[in-house]
């Protein structure tokens, strides 16, 4: 059956009109979806019962089955299983004044950063564009209040999965779909550089907003911690960020994993300005202190240690911030996922 959630406005007309309907039939079913949250095509009452029996042995809504759901003081996590078996996790952040949902865009993850639980797998498969509208939406049914904001920093590389992602985005941002503002979607990225470079050109994705993993200044270093990443590619990398097309007032977010030992010194700290030099005013960093896994050797540094570090970069000119994974407490949180070690368990439900 078709996901009609990885189908946009354009091809959902079309599949009406190739069944004989009135196109405008898409915009009925979308509304129900989309901005009802009405996700079975029976309680659908402005189409004749014929068709909605017609549609439900086509198209499906959600495939995602909700498996669990874990509660923290600020956040909640959610594990979905696919159709396929595998098990996917997406996480609801409350901040001050809003909600977050940070989606999933792989099952795993081929890049292979040493010091994150998502790759200990490696890639498994691409998360289609519905399986990724289908995190919002369950999320969003169950949040009592409208999800503003949507990070891509689940499990996964999202320009490694670029046609899916950029399906999903332009879902999330069409006045017919879910309707978020292009400001509050954000993408993360370890920094594929044909993807990024083709991003840049994309009138859709460089609408909306960039984060970027930089985790060390030192070329060779980041190779080393960034397995996929080819050496030579963060000059490549700095040089597609310094000519990306921003809109005014607009930055670049580079995410910075601080962990103990390994990237924390003085003179990255040093070095990641200097990166920077001339272009400040582009791009602001988020250091995240490391979130410790039990299959990994990485630790946090203390309190102390990240404080000196953002001051070198705020005395650089260079707006920085500390960012602490929400729901650390009660589970790896956003950035730190990891399925198939549910995989098993939810086999075995
Ligand atoms: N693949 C994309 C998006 C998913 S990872 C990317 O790498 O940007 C989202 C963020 O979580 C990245 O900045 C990554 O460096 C960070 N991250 C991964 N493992 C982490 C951990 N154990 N603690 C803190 N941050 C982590
Ligand atoms: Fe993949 Fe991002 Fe994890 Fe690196 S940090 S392995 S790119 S999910």
Redesign the pocket.
């Known amino acids: 059956m078709t996901p009609l959630t990885s189908l946009s406005r354009e091809q959902l007309r079309d599949f009406f009109i190739s069944t004989g309907e009135k196109p405008f039939r898409a915009d009925q079913v979308l509304r129900w979806v989309y901005k009802k949250g009405v996700f079975d095509f029976q309680s659908m009452t402005d189409l004749s019962v014929e068709l909605r029996i017609r549609l439900s042995e086509t198209l499906s809504i959600l495939e995602l089955e909700p498996i669990q759901k874990v509660k923290a003081s600020d956040s909640t996590k959610f594990l979905f299983k696919t159709c396929d078996g595998h098990v996917i996790e997406t996480v609801l952040i409350k901040e001050r004044d809003h909600l977050t949902l940070c989606v999933s865009t792989q099952i795993g993850?081929a890049?292979g950063?040493r010091?994150?639980?998502t790759a200990l797998d490696g890639l498994i498969r691409n998360l289609t564009a519905g399986e990724i509208i289908q995190q919002y939406l369950i999320a969003q049914g169950e949040a009592g209040e409208r999800i503003r904001n949507v990070v891509?920093?689940?499990m996964?590389?999202?320009l490694a999965n670029y046609d899916n992602v950029r399906k999903a985005v332009e879902i999330m941002v069409s006045p017919w779909g879910l309707d978020l503002s292009r400001r509050r979607v954000t993408v993360?990225?370890?920094g594929l550089i044909a993807p990024l470079r083709k991003m840049a050109r994309d009138p859709l994705l460089r609408d909306i907003n960039l984060?970027v993993?930089i985790?060390s200044p030192f070329e060779e270093e980041r190779s080393e911690l960034m397995p996929l990443l080819k050496r030579g590619s963060l000059k490549e990398l700095m040089k597609i960020l310094k000519s990306f097309p921003l809109r005014p007032y607009r930055k670049i977010t580079l995410?910075y994993?601080l962990i103990s030992g390994i990237n924390d010194s003085l003179s990255h700290a040093i070095a990641l300005a200097k990166l920077l030099k001339g272009f400040e005013k582009r791009f602001k960093v988020n250091l995240?202190p490391?979130?410790p896994?039990p299959n990994l050797p990485f630790e946090r540094p203390s309190l102390e240690r990240i404080m000196v570090f953002q001051s070198q970069l705020w005395k650089r000119g260079i707006s920085t911030f500390v960012r602490f994974?929400k729901g650390q407490e009660t589970f790896g949180a956003c950035?730190?996922l990891r399925a198939k070690r549910y995989v098993l368990k939810s086999q075995a439900v």
């Open positions: 993850c890049v950063c010091f994150c639980a891509f920093m689940g996964g590389e999202p993360s990225t370890s984060a993993s985790n995410e994993v995240i490391y979130n896994d994974s950035g730190q």
